[in-house]
């Protein structure tokens, strides 16, 4: 570990003490999912939005901390993350863009670029999963859904925290919460990953495609990752 590695930890355990004052989402802008795919696997969000104001080169050294921890990117993420933190989070951030609009829908997301962008890094690019370390979604998030339709939803905006069992092999992780995306890339995964992977045809034919309406009514329901695994339907 290089001096300025060092350096970089120490300044952002220094900073990551000023979370409760800075905990907000990140800003938006390019790269921005990535940010959240790659940050969140390891610990909350708060950690990286606390450490806003940090130069370029402790970003560097924080970023290949991070890869020395286990965090996998290829060079084309590497520089994005870069640009991003540098960018958004450095010593000189632009002004917040505007919103996105209201009536962006999820046919306009594609959902399969979503998932690649924040899903795929630990369930695999095809919904595989890994044994004993990420379950799979391909197949099973089809066999959640038709058991109850909106439990897939809840998963995605509130985390799930604890044992789980899925094909035979036993889980017992965080899935993070990623409230931060529109209803409409939510609802566009999900449609992604419940219907468009249901190769087996475990869905009802009537199933109906999840809409960001369906996302938007599930929100502020306050529920934590716990109460999330307690109401997880028995599937096989």
């Known amino acids: 570990m290089t001096h300025r590695t060092v350096i970089a930890l120490f300044a952002a ?5 000023a979370s409760a004052q800075n905990d907000g989402p990140l800003p938006q802008g390019p790269g921005v ?7 969140q696997q390891c610990h909350p969000i708060n950690y990286t939005v606390s450490n806003a104001g940090l130069p370029d080169f402790l970003w560097a050294d924080t970023i290949q901390l991070m890869k020395q921890l286990g965090m996998e990117v290829t060079e084309e993420e590497e520089e994005i993350l870069f640009d991003y933190l540098t960018t958004y989070l450095g010593t000189e951030p632009p002004p ?8 962006e829908t999820s046919a306009d997301v594609d959902g399969a670029q979503v998932y690649a962008t924040n899903c795929a890094s630990c369930h695999g690019a095809e919904g595989g999963g890994v044994p004993g370390g990420f379950p799979p979604v391909a197949g099973h998030a089809a066999e959640l859904a038709a058991a109850d339709r909106s439990y897939p939803i809840d998963v995605l ?6 044992q789980i069992t899925v094909d035979g092999t036993s889980y017992d992780g965080v899935m993070p919460a990623w409230q931060q995306l529109s209803d409409a890339r939510l609802a566009a995964v ?20 999840y809409a ?6 599930a929100r502020g329901r306050g529920l934590g990752p716990r109460d999330v695994l307690e109401r997880r339907p028995s599937v096989p």
């Open 13 to 17: 355990l220094l900073l990551a003490l």
């Open 212 to 217: 960001p309406e369906d996302v938007a009514a």
């Open 190 to 209: 999900l449609n992604q990953i419940v219907i468009a992977w249901d190769e087996a045809g475990t869905l009802p034919p009537n199933f109906a495609r």
């Open 96 to 103: 917040e863009p505007q919103e996105a609009s209201a009536a």
């Open 33 to 39: 999912d990535l940010v959240y795919g790659k940050c």
């Open 157 to 162: 905006l509130y985390g799930l925290n604890g």
